[in-house]
């Protein structure tokens, strides 16, 4: 089965870091426009961060500075490193292709940021 498979959340104080892998497991695929999103408790699913073809970076408003989103395509890898989390950034992080023909969305990680 082909799809994202997210790691590295976890539980961390107000103003800590972390950084989230995603790696697109499968043959014959590659990252398509890959982005971040996240979904918190009685909120909808909302994109953090994407990597547009040609290279071009946008973030959400709310994390710009604090967030950065990265890739390796030779591993299939795209990664996202949180600075200065506060408890708003409390969600579950998923990764998708935004381009092509599916997005293979994986199970998410959860985090927690709490003092």
């Known amino acids: 089965q082909v799809r994202f498979v997210e790691s590295g959340g976890g539980l961390v104080q107000p103003g800590g870091s972390l950084i989230l892998s995603c790696t697109l497991s499968?043959?014959?695929?590659?990252?398509?426009?890959p982005a971040w999103f996240r979904q918190a408790p009685a909120y909808g699913r909302e994109r953090v961060a994407i990597?547009?073809?040609?290279?071009?970076?946008d973030y959400k408003d709310s994390v710009k500075g604090r967030f950065t989103i990265s890739k390796d395509n030779a591993k299939n890898t795209v990664y996202l490193q949180m600075n200065n989390l506060t408890p708003e950034d409390t969600a579950v992080y998923y990764c998708?292709?935004?381009?092509?023909?599916?997005?293979?969305w994986g199970q998410g990680t959860q985090v927690t940021v709490s003092s």
């Open positions: 990597i547009h073809n040609g290279g071009t970076i």
């Open positions: 998708a292709n935004m381009a092509g023909p599916l997005a293979y």
């Open positions: 499968g043959s014959g695929v590659s990252l398509d426009e």
